[in-house]
């Protein structure tokens, strides 16, 4: 069936050729946007024009008078071909034309008898001629996988998913301008780099030939982010892609977008700050509202978000403190977790992450983690077994991480020392980043640093439960 249906459009396009008309059409940058079509438009008032460029994705052929609806990137409208508007060539053309072609058109803008707002057509250009069917009405796109695989079928026959991705640009552009306008600076660091650091993950490895040399795809941005405040700029950030060889599930894909940010003088109270505004304030500025629907629940993303710490929140959910050993030993036994081995911070955060997560529904600041937890954190003054970082959670998801920054470098590399002597070789590739260190030595000023998953916002601001529906395109296994 599909054969014959291409088939079908390989004749028409010979057809088409044969007329002398460009199947694959010319430069048309007059037309307007539907939506700007549709909102101007005035019932019933003489003299009114549109030129309009979309794909056909409805069509009912009448015999002289052809009636189609047409798709841009902001709306759909109504078309009207018919044999007493248009010059023979374009008529002939009308009746060649096929779901999913791209047409152009200009006319008087009425309404039907049946009271849809139509451009009744007094010129036809052909855009590009469509090979391929467009699937049956959303019935094509109930195999998920290919939404995902071919993200441009699923952009043409789903309004929703276009609006989602639309969504996205509009998130990433109020974060700019909210932290440009608080004195932020945007600023682009190294995707390759010859260590990893800054985050504990396995990295994507290549080599450059001509330097014959080793790099690996950044994991995180953190640490040439602080060189910059050791060198005196003193409010950056930076929205990046950062590269984990992970796994890949409704939360995580290997390729993702993060914005980290730092301002010197600040602390994590600050970056809280800033956190409860950034996300709030998309939510007002792109959804209209703080109170979203999301799954079977409503989050509400108005501020103040409750803010509670990592070792009130084990008590409250696990029932065991942080700073009795043996009682989260015992725990992890009792809830299947492998505990031996495992410094005794690693095992409460196992505890954390099954038991006290899922129960993180409403936006939520977790505070003063285990100090163990953190190497580049710094540590509470009157407690110095907790960091002065926190974690940001909604819906059950980490949404963005944060500290009170480290500036000593002697403690730093102390730290560096003791978390890479803990690693099993090759579990996470990371070195000793001795230059990190020396840019430390030269003194960087107290701060507070932030990074924020992108994607996942964007999956909170649009109601999606799976990452894959908010990144174009996302990685996926190679099809059999």
């Not at 409860?276 to 998309?282: N, Q, V, W, Y």
């Amino acid at each position: 069936m599909i054969e014959k249906i291409q088939q079908d459009r390989l004749n028409k396009l010979k057809k088409i050729r044969d007329l002398g008309v460009n199947p694959y059409g010319r430069r048309y940058d007059s037309a307007e946007p539907i939506d700007s079509v549709l909102g101007r438009f005035i019932d019933q008032a003489e003299g009114q024009v549109a030129d309009v460029a979309g794909r056909i994705v409805l069509q009912r052929d009448m015999g002289k008078l052809i009636f189609a609806q047409v798709r841009d990137e902001t709306g759909t409208i109504q078309l009207a071909l018919g044999k007493n508007a248009l010059d023979e060539t374009q008529w002939a053309l009308a009746k060649l034309l096929d779901l999913g072609d791209l047409v152009a058109v200009r006319g008087p803008l009425l309404r039907t008898r049946t009271g849809e707002i139509t451009v009744f057509a007094g010129s036809l250009v052909l855009l590009c001629k469509s090979l391929h069917p467009l699937p049956e009405k959303f019935h094509g796109l109930q195999d998920v996988e290919l939404r995902y695989r071919q993200r441009y079928l699923d952009l043409i026959v789903n309004p929703e998913s276009m609006a989602t991705f639309k969504k996205r640009v509009a998130i990433v552009r109020h974060f700019r301008r909210y932290l440009e306008d608080r004195g932020f600076m945007e600023v682009e660091t190294p995707m390759m780099q010859s260590q990893c650091g800054g985050a504990a993950a396995r990295p994507f490895a290549t080599h450059h030939n001509a330097l014959d040399m080793d790099l690996f795809m950044r994991i995180s941005p953190e640490l040439y982010l602080k060189r910059l405040l050791v060198g005196g700029m003193g409010k950056i950030f930076e929205i990046n892609r950062n590269f984990r060889n992970e796994g890949i599930d409704s939360t995580h894909n290997p390729e993702f977008t993060m914005m980290e940010l730092y301002q010197a003088g600040a602390d994590y109270e600050v970056m809280m700050q800033l956190t409860e505004g950034l996300i709030s304030s998309a939510a007002m500025a792109v959804c209209g509202t703080m109170k979203l629907p999301y799954g079977q629940s409503e989050l509400d993303f108005t501020p103040p978000w409750r803010r509670a710490t990592y070792e009130q929140l084990l008590v409250e959910y696990a029932g065991v403190s942080m700073r009795d050993p043996a009682g989260v030993r015992g725990k992890a036994r009792q809830m299947g977790i492998e505990e031996s081995n495992k410094a005794d911070a690693i095992v409460a955060n196992e505890i954390f992450t099954a038991a006290v997560e899922p129960e993180l529904f409403q936006p939520i600041f977790v505070k003063d983690y285990p100090a163990d937890l953190c190497p580049l954190t710094r540590r509470d003054a009157d407690d110095p077994t907790l960091a002065l970082r926190f974690e940001a959670f909604a819906a059950n998801m980490e949404l963005a991480n944060a500290y009170t920054e480290l500036n000593d470098p002697s403690l730093q590399e102390e730290n560096f020392r003791t978390q890479l002597a803990g690693e099993a070789e090759g579990e996470t590739m990371r070195a000793m980043d001795s230059d990190f260190i020396t840019a430390l030595q030269h003194g960087m000023p107290p701060a507070g640093g932030l990074g924020i998953g992108i994607d996942r916002v964007v999956m909170l601001l649009t109601g999606k439960t799976t990452i894959r529906d908010v990144v174009l395109f996302p990685t996926l296994r190679p099809q059999q």
